[in-house]
């Protein structure tokens, strides 16, 4: 393990059930880590703090369900709840990031590899917060690569 923690830990808070994925230490890539069953945000909390402390996570990545035209509705409202209790509860970064579609292509995506419905409803919600996490990893990549380039046409 390193000396600081440098995971990034997303979660895809449902209605019922909350999707957690994980960061490597580089942040390259992300993995689907679990799927919480607990939906009182006191419980919860609990066990995402237990999630952090265990895995070395240095920042939190939550999908934010926006509408088609990126405008929160009554979806957002209730994550914002989860939101509020993850910045009082943790000493690490919370970040929101828009998780339009995530469920959807984690459907797809586990549809094409011809998982049960079964079987798809014990992953989905992992499957779509590993999704969000790549996107969230990859746009650091990209900035990280902007930063770096240079303009000059010597």
Known sequence: MTDSPTRI???DIGSKRTGVALSDETR???????????????????KVQKLV?????AEVLVGLPLNQFGEEGKDALNIRRYIAALQ???????IEWDERFTTVQAERTLIDADLSRKNRKKVIDQIAACIMLQGYLDSLKFNQ???TSSWDDD
């Open 88 to 94: 009082e509860g943790l000493k690490i970064p919370v």
């Open 9 to 11: 830990m997303a979660l």
């Open 28 to 46: 390259l890539f992300a993995s689907p880590l679990l799927t919480l069953e607990e939906t009182q945000i006191k419980p919860w909390l609990v």
């Open 53 to 57: 402390e265990e895995h070395e996570v």
């Open 145 to 147: 690569n902007l930063e």
